[in-house]
């Protein structure tokens, strides 16, 4: 099977700027949760998706927001960036939740001028 | 927070030698599992020990899981330079959110 893939790989935004991540999860796997991390803060939970809903949600203002298609691919969307946005923000699936093991993708390295 | 706490922070050893690396957390949980990334990627699972296991083993990788100190380790034996990588416990609590919660790392570095 294929693992998770995300797209892009790498970002530049400016401040202000939206962005939009992408996550293909393996193929059967319906949840998908979001990460992200920083030198500082470690590896923050964002939020989870299963089946096309919100199932789970971490400590991260509005400006962060996700979704989940039919077919399980989630994107997630920050709006009016900040430097602090500055991340690697990885997702990760697993069949059922995230109780459960987590296969995670590369990671989209966002750098926010 | 539930988030746990790995020790040490970083690790550094010859190759062939075993590294030890300890999580400890604080409240009740459903599992704890254990996680590989390499600089910048993502991570890799290694391992996941439910909370009635106390042992669990996976190629060179030990794994022990002590619920009443809240507290694991993960040994690795005879290691290697590719074992050079930074190492997460990530933790399933029994209630409350239904998410995992993962340590701030050790940074394990092998020297060839």
């Known amino acids: 099977k294929a693992g998770v893939t995300q797209t892009p790989r790498y970002l530049i935004k400016t401040r202000g700027q939206q962005v939009t991540l992408s996550c293909s999860p393996i193929?059967?796997?319906?949840?998908v949760s979001w990460y992200q991390q920083t030198p500082g803060q470690g590896l923050q939970f964002l939020f989870e998706?299963?089946?096309?809903?919100?199932?789970n949600k971490g400590n991260f203002p509005g400006r962060f927001s996700g979704r989940q298609f039919s077919n399980s691919r989630s994107e997630m969307n920050v709006s009016t960036l900040e430097l602090g946005d500055s991340a690697l923000y990885l997702c990760?699936?697993?069949?059922?939740?995230?109780?459960?093991?987590?296969?995670f993708g590369p990671g989209t390295r966002l750098l926010v001028l | 927070s539930q988030q746990g706490e790995e020790d040490p922070q970083a690790l550094s050893i010859q190759e062939g030698e075993n590294a030890t690396m300890n999580c400890s957390y604080k409240t009740s949980i459903n599992n704890l599992q254990w996680y590989r990334q390499n600089s910048g990627r993502g991570l890799v699972h290694l391992i996941l020990?439910?909370?009635?296991?106390r042992e669990k083993h996976s190629g060179r990788l030990r794994v022990t899981l002590d619920t009443s100190k809240k507290s694991s380790s993960l040994l690795i034996t005879a290691s290697r330079a590719a074992d050079t990588a930074s190492y997460f416990c990530a933790t399933a609590e029994l209630t409350g959110a239904n998410n995992l919660f993962f340590g701030t790392g050790t940074r394990l570095t092998v020297i060839p």
């Open positions: 998706y299963f089946s096309e809903t919100q199932r």
């Open positions: 193929s059967g796997h319906r949840s």
């Open positions: 990760a699936s697993s069949l059922v939740g995230m109780q459960e093991t987590q296969y």
């Open positions: 020990i439910r909370s009635n296991e």
